[in-house]
Structure formats: structure tokens, C-alpha cells
């Protein structure tokens, strides 16, 4: 099975700043690698699909790049409603692999 | 809109049984896959279970495999997990998720907002 490993686990960041989120895959996933924003007691919400897609109704402060196993989500401007913990994802045949998550908080 | 409303959840004992379901509306329910979705408290997401649109194609995530049963009734846009022999381990935030599609990509794009499963003694 496909390990998805993210970094840092955790970090602190001030409102306005540029964030970096890394992901890496244990075998090649082409860009088959998605991102999600969860907040404190909130459902997981799609941010970016396919490695640098942005879905529909997510601001553009959010931007994914990557392809093979190293992948990269970025949020240009953190916003007050960023600080949550972020999970990257892979769909391999509807089985579904996250990564272990990256808590953002407040500096 | 889109909604999924999971249900069922509650406290139960090790070795028992619980069913959990999860009310879709908002979106031709029949169309879509769906997901069984995971989260112990405090930790991160964990994969359940999927079915397919019509129910053909099932799967499971090794660490429920043979105790839990994904099920959907598309006349009743209702999507089911029977969960059974369970185990303190099983104790999460259950999610049950919807599949889109796009640019040749698929992906959850909604998720309910969970149904709590407490299994202790």
C-alpha cells in the first residue's frame, strides 16, 4: 500500500503569512494527490484536487504543485480562518490513503 | 445544496454491534460513490469503507476488514455501515463522504459532519 508522509506536523505562523505544507508519496502517484482544510470540530474541506487544481469556491491564496511523490501546498497570505490542520490525499481504485496531517496555528 | 447527515451513532460495548447511516440529499444519490470516513479523537483521518454508484463494487480499509459492512438503498438515498465485533480502537468521528469527479480526477468533494462512536465497557 501507498504511504503518504507530510511535513512539518506542526507550525506557527502569523495571519499574512506564506505557509508551505509538504507530502510525499512512498511510490510514484503521478498527480493524483489531493488537499484538505480541516478545522477545529469541522468535516474536512477539498482545497485542492489533482496536485494543483483548485476547487471550485476555494480563494486563490491556496496553491498546490508537485507530481510524482514530492508535493507541495502553499496558502500565499494566511487568513485567520487558515489556523487548522491540513491532510494530503491519495485515490488509488477508491481506497483512499491520508497523509498524517499538519496542524497550523497561531504564532 | 449538498447535505449528509450521518445518524447512529452512541456508546457501545466491546463485542457488540452498531449501524450507522447517512442521509444524502441535495444530489441525484444514485450517481455516486461513497465513503466511510474515520477520525479518533485527536488524531488524523483513516479510510473506512467505499461503494460504488449501484453498490457493485465494495472495499474496505484492512483494519475493519470482516466486522464491518458498507450497504446503500438508493430508493431511500440512504448509505449504511454495520459495524460489528467492535473494538475500543474502532472509537472515532465516523464521516461518510461523497465522490465527484472532474479533469479526469475523482476525489471526496463533501462530507457529512460525522456521527461520534464511543466502544467502551
Known amino acids: 500500500d501507498i504511504q503518504m508522509t507530510q511535513s512539518p506536523s506542526s507550525l506557527s505562523a502569523s495571519v499574512g503569512d506564506r505557509v508551505t505544507i509538504t507530502c510525499r508519496a512512498s511510490q510514484t502517484i503521478s498527480t493524483y494527490l489531493d488537499w484538505y482544510r480541516q478545522r477545529p470540530g469541522k468535516a474536512p474541506e477539498l482545497l485542492i484536487y489533482?496536485?494543483?487544481s483548485l476547487q471550485s469556491g476555494v480563494p486563490s491564496r491556496f496553491s498546490g504543485s508537485g507530481s510524482g511523490t514530492e508535493f507541495t501546498l502553499t496558502i500565499s497570505g494566511l487568513q485567520p480562518e487558515d489556523f487548522a490542520t491540513y491532510y494530503c490525499h491519495h485515490n488509488s481504485n477508491y481506497r483512499l490513503t491520508f497523509g498524517g496531517g499538519t496542524k497550523v496555528d497561531i504564532k | 445544496q449538498v447535505q449528509l447527515v450521518e445518524s447512529g451513532g452512541g456508546v457501545v460495548q466491546p463485542g457488540r454491534s452498531l449501524r450507522l447511516s447517512c442521509a444524502a440529499s441535495g444530489f441525484t444519490f444514485k450517481n455516486y460513490a461513497v465513503h466511510w470516513v474515520r477520525q479518533a479523537p485527536g488524531k488524523g483521518l483513516e479510510w473506512v469503507a467505499v461503494?460504488?454508484?449501484?453498490?457493485?463494487?465494495?472495499d474496505y480499509g484492512d483494519s475493519v476488514k470482516g466486522r464491518f459492512t458498507i450497504s446503500r438503498d438508493n430508493t431511500r438515498n440512504t448509505l449504511y455501515l454495520q459495524m460489528n465485533s467492535l473494538r475500543p480502537e474502532d472509537t472515532a468521528l465516523y464521516y461518510c463522504?461523497?465522490?465527484?469527479?472532474?479533469?479526469?480526477?475523482?476525489?471526496?468533494?463533501?462530507w457529512g459532519q460525522g456521527t461520534l462512536v464511543t466502544v467502551s465497557s
Open positions: 463522504a461523497r465522490v465527484s469527479g472532474r479533469d479526469g480526477y475523482t476525489f471526496v468533494d463533501y
Open positions: 461503494i460504488r454508484y449501484d453498490g457493485s463494487n465494495i
Open positions: 489533482g496536485a494543483s
